[in-house]
């Protein structure tokens, strides 16, 4: 009897083992998690966020910083931690892939349209990256402009006085800017700089067009008049030069999302794929004359040209769209193409539309031999679901990462744009930090 009861203890103390070790990646810490702690063979428990420490093979214990990490829901302290990355090199591609110092780089993220035009202090700035960087994020997309013809209060980038457009160099204009990628960098961000709107918020395409052809003309004379490409070019040229060896900016993007049609004025009626694939071509080959160390994109929701489909985001060709994702791929001066996914604005279920509309793109990912983004996405339900779905889509295609819309902070007025928002503790800001290490663990990512 003496014998059976020695074996059940070994049996059992081996099982409680088992369960309380955490596999290589999986979770063992963080406000309010109850699970084990230990964390297998070859690997250590790593602080991420407050809300979120993971098992991470060959990371040493032996750092100083102590970190949060509990099974009782009480804080214990640990030695483990993660230094902020260094922000040198230039952000390269190869073949579908990212590259830094030609090893693995993964870009994921957030969206933070924000932080460079509210005004905000440095402070608020370091908060604002700090809480992104903290679910391992490694990429920020942000805006690059805000045209202004009467100034209101905010950071803008360029006023208009009639036809005679200034670039702001100033305290709340360029300066600002300034703050903005020296705050990402000192949380070991890089910034996705979009340069205009094709929306009439914060200005954009048809602030270029009213002031310099007439109010009312149409949208799409942006892609196509001589003298508002101009003008466009010589704010691209003030702004980007400025930054020409600045590693905090990993790519200029030519507009965000850039359709035929726009918020306050109508389409001519005759633009078309071709129209904005021949200013893409353009736009993107004037940045590369000027900056040859960062990456070139559109910025565009990746319209798919597929005549026949019934569903409006497959209509690339329609007089109110004119992308054609899988085309402008192939344009020789862009690195890289970007997509997003909105189900809710383009009247489609969260899925299995979302995960078609992912895959579809990695399709034309391979076909080009590039690396692609899904650089904004949002749903109002279920997101926990429907992203974690949408993440494991992006790992199994080898979409090169993801730029959730977006990012929220408590900063010192407040809470920042709550549109969507994604604030620390929240059920979606862990997901994001799972899948972040997913990401960099599929890609080999040193970082």
Known sequence: MVGLLELLLAVATVTVSAQTTVPVYGQ?????YTGPTTCAAGSACVYQNDFYSQCIPGASTASTSSISASSTGTSTT??????????????????????????????VGANAYWVGLMNYGVADMNTAFHDIAATGASVVRTWGFNEVTTPDGVAYYQSWSGSTPTVNLGANGLENFDNVVAAAKANGLRLIVTLTNNWSDYGGMDVYVNQLLGQGQPHDFFFTNATVIAAYKNYVKTFV?????????????????PRCLGSTSASSGTCSISII????????????SIDSNHLVAIGDEGFINDPGNPIFVYQGYSPSLGIDFAANLNISTLDFGTFHLYPDSWGEPANPFGT????????????????????????????????????????STDVAGDLIWQAGSVLSNGESDPNGAVFPGSDVYVLDTQHAAALRARDGDPQ
Not at 83 to 92: C, L, N, Q
Not at 244 to 250: A, F, K, S
């Open 28 to 32: 063992c810490g963080g406000e309010s």
């Open 78 to 107: 640990s030695t483990v931690s993660t230094p902020t990355p260094t922000v040198t090199g230039f952000v390269k591609t190869s073949g579908i892939h990212f590259t830094l110092d030609n090893k693995p780089f993964t870009v």
């Open 241 to 257: 030069t400025r930054y020409l060896n600045e590693p905090g900016i990993l790519a200029w993007e030519l507009a965000n999302e």
């Open 277 to 288: 694939s021949t200013w893409v071509e353009e736009m993107s080959a004037y940045i590369k």
């Open 356 to 395: 078609q509309w992912i895959e579809d793109h990695a399709t034309a990912m391979l076909a080009s031999n590039k690396p692609i983004v899904m650089e904004e996405f949002g749903i109002t339900d279920d997101q926990v679901d429907v992203y974690g779905s949408w993440y494991s889509a992006i790992e």
